[in-house]
């Protein structure tokens, strides 16, 4: 009795005695339903704080801010980009353009925008609500699952009140009591002459009278036949962790963190038919493609998977229901890419954007230059500019004579952001 009289006493010291912990409280903040469908709005320019993908059409740069909307940029000339506006678009990441009207996500909702011929007025044209599935903790670039382990706490989504557009953060101080279990506390882009091009990481593009775009899932169809009045015409699963989008000759390349899948629209393009896809290791995977070729770069990170491959790979697709891995080149971390006439653009991490040559051997690309730049993130080459997405900001660089050093033209600079900006 004795023995167990004294564990009962010991068991009370050690687990009756807390002790203090500081935690932070994420609690959700709201934009509702009515204010997120009436705030698209042409505004002033603004600074650059967290840019995301990049869009060109004619001579206009489009960057997005995201989850806030679109910069637009006179790049007439690329040496002196000038900031023409802010387009207000909550929830935004993606756009696609065909002729006067702008197609762009806003959250759950598709916004159809008019653009005026000097982009100086615009006016929504239509909105189909609740057509994308939206996850507020991805949107935000968050991680869904966090522990006590990182003394944070995050209060569950109420989506009957709208939107998340942010957190109110709070520290706050609890007694924490020995234990021998874990305790967690979690919540649930090639176009034609009317259209623009987007960046290796798109999932927006637009190819004939449709709108293709691509969630974690799934590919939407939307016809565009009427301007300015989309219509939803297919939603149809894909498959796990999709990621890009990229338009090959009337034909769709999907890329997942596990696969590129090969979609046919040019034989019917609101039935879009899957011909083949062509798996590997789990990591972050955009894709671009030209002539037999695609090119496709794997990341490894915690954010795509638990490989450690950091490759490029060059696919065969001259067979498209048949594509096969003919080469792969290791990299160091690589992510966007892209390809023009035979030149191969690749942002591979702290060794900066690599520049490669396969108009002769596409298997085999011999590599011509880099640009010192170690944040690059995607790329578009557009009339001999190579337009640079960085974590600093977007730079323009002149790459019509690869045969001397590559002429610097203009950067635009982001602002210091906040956590959650």
Aim: charged content about 20%; aromatic content about 12%; proline content about 5%.
């Amino acid at each position: 009795m004795k023995k167990y009289s004294a564990i009962l006493f010991l068991a009370l010291i050690f687990f009756g005695c807390g002790y203090p912990v500081t935690y932070k409280r994420y609690t959700p903040i709201y934009m509702s339903f009515a204010e997120l469908r009436s705030s698209v709005k042409l505004n002033a320019s603004k600074d650059l704080k967290n840019p995301g993908k990049i869009y060109v059409k004619g001579n206009y740069l489009y960057i997005n801010e995201k989850n806030k909307g679109m910069h637009i940029i006179d790049n007439s000339t690329p040496s002196a980009p000038v900031k023409k506006g802010f387009i207000s678009i909550p929830g935004n990441f993606d756009i696609s353009i065909k002729g006067d009207t702008l197609y762009a996500d806003s959250y759950t909702d598709l916004v159809a925008i008019e653009l005026s011929s000097d982009l100086s007025e615009i006016s929504v044209t239509k909105r189909l609500e609740n057509v994308f599935t939206y996850d507020p903790y991805i949107s935000l670039g968050l991680n869904r699952w966090n522990y006590y382990y990182y003394n944070e706490i995050w209060e569950p989504i109420d989506s009957t009140k709208g939107v998340v557009t942010g957190w109110d953060v709070k520290e706050e101080t609890r007694y924490e009591y020995p234990s021998i279990f874990p305790r967690a506390d979690y919540s649930g882009s090639g176009s034609s002459e009317s259209t623009g091009v987007g960046g290796s990481t798109a999932r927006f593009t637009i190819i004939g009278d449709c709108l293709y775009t691509v969630d974690s899932s799934y590919l939407y169809l939307f016809r565009i036949q009427d301007s300015g009045a989309p219509s939803v015409w297919l939603k149809e699963y894909v498959g796990w962790n999709i990621e890009t989008i990229f338009p090959f000759d009337g034909n769709l390349l999907i890329g997942s963190t596990s696969a590129m899948y090969v979609y046919d629209v040019s034989t019917d393009a609101l039935n879009p038919r899957k011909m083949s896809s062509i798996t590997h290791f789990t990591s972050c995977d955009p894709v671009v493609a030209e002539g037999n070729y695609a090119y496709v770069t794997l990341r490894s990170g915690n954010t795509c998977g638990n490989s450690d491959i950091n490759e490029l790979q060059i696919i065969d697709i001259s067979n498209l229901t048949q594509p096969k891995l003919k080469a792969r080149q290791s990299m160091y971390s690589p992510s966007g890419l892209g390809v023009k006439n035979g030149i191969l653009f690749i942002c591979d991490g702290k060794a900066g954007v690599k520049i490669f040559d396969v108009r002769d051997t596409p298997t085999n690309p011999k590599f011509l230059k880099q640009i010192d730049i170690e944040t690059a993130n995607d790329v578009i080459p557009y009339n001999n500019i190579l337009i640079i997405t960085t974590d600093i900001g977007v730079a323009q660089y002149d790459y019509s004579d690869l045969s001397s050093d590559i002429k610097k033209l203009s950067e635009i600079p982001i602002v210091e952001k906040g956590y959650f900006d």
